[in-house]
């Protein structure tokens, strides 16, 4: 079945340092990737997403390219802010018939000091 | 749009107490996803609906647990008897499938469950 792996977490950085959360999947045909963001006490919010190959999704300075020749969607950020603390999620939607229900990665802490 | 809204926000009740949770996903939406999310162990689907009809309840954990979806716009989550264990925060979500696109989930801001 679809699955999606993360690197495991916790992430701390110091604010402006470079941030890179490592996304693989397994799925067959072409599913749409996304990333969500889940702050403290809060549902999780869309952050950006692919819908096919080589396409970037890119929001709040965040971005993240659809590599299908190595299944990866990971997430990058030039520059990270302590506003950035939070839980980053990938996931992906199949496409077909079953296009409806995601699979979500387990998630990665990002912790931002100052 | 208001987005997905859920209610209670929070929810304190004794064990063996009938509990409910309702959800208002966005207009539109096709489909309605109930997730559970507990640090041991992440977040689960429950259960999903795609207009208005369950597709997939393999993640309702036991027989305790029951969701309905009786229009496009209210569904409820409901756990009785509760159990201690179920104490958790609940997610509902909503997505629209239309025209071979998805545009990603839509989560309210939960549900926090708590049974003594």
Redesign the interface.
Same mark, same amino acid.
């Given at each position: 079945g679809d699955s999606v792996t993360q690197m495991e977490g916790p992430v701390t950085l110091s604010e402006e340092a470079f941030l890179t959360i490592n996304c693989t999947y397994t799925a067959t045909g072409y599913p749409?990737l996304?990333w969500?963001v889940q702050y403290p006490g809060?549902?999780?919010?869309?952050l950006l997403?692919a819908?096919k190959a080589d396409d970037k999704g890119s929001n709040k300075g965040f971005e993240a390219t659809y590599r299908k020749e190595t299944t990866s969607f990971h997430l990058e950020k030039g520059s990270v802010q302590v506003s950035d603390s939070a839980v980053y999620?990938c996931?992906l939607?199949p496409s077909g018939t079953n296009?409806?229900?995601?699979t979500?990665g387990?998630?990665t802490t990002l912790t931002v000091k100052p | 749009d208001a987005g997905?809204i859920q209610s209670p926000r929070h929810e304190v009740t004794e064990m063996g107490q009938e509990v409910t949770l309702r959800c208002k996903p966005i207009s539109g939406h $096709?489909?309605l996803?109930w997730y559970r999310q507990t640090m041991m162990r992440?977040?689960e689907?429950l259960i999903?609906f &795609?207009n208005n009809v369950p597709? $997939?309840d393999s993640g309702m954990p036991e027989d305790r647990f029951s969701a309905k979806m009786p229009n496009a716009s209210f569904s409820t989550l409901k756990i009785q008897p509760s159990e201690p264990r179920d104490s958790a925060v609940y997610?509902c979500?909503s997505?629209s499938?239309s025209r071979?696109? &998805?545009?990603?989930?839509?989560?309210?801001?939960?549900t926090r469950l708590t049974v003594v």
């Open positions: 749409s996304f969500y809060e549902g999780l919010q869309l997403k819908t999620f996931a939607i296009a409806g229900k995601s979500f387990d998630g | 997905v $096709d489909y996803f992440g977040l689907l999903y &795609n597709i $997939d997610f979500a997505s499938h071979g696109a &998805n545009y990603g989930y839509t989560f309210g801001s939960g």
